[in-house]
């Protein structure tokens, strides 16, 4: 896991979608979400709840957040 993909994760929480988030940070929607896939897989839990409005985080998702702040 690489720092950029934890700022990612940690922005995407603040901003509640993965699309404004990947704005903010300079990336492209689909690259942050694969990293946010690749992420889930090499921790095998899924960290956000989806939703048609966006995204907030799973259990494991605020668990991981505090950690990382």
Known sequence: V?????????????EGQIGRAAFREHVVPSAATKRFQDLEDAIGMKLFDRTARGVAPSQAGVILARHVR
Do not use: C, R
Not at 5 to 14: A, R, Y
């Open 2 to 14: 690489d720092l950029f993909t934890l700022k990612l994760f940690l922005s995407t929480i603040e």
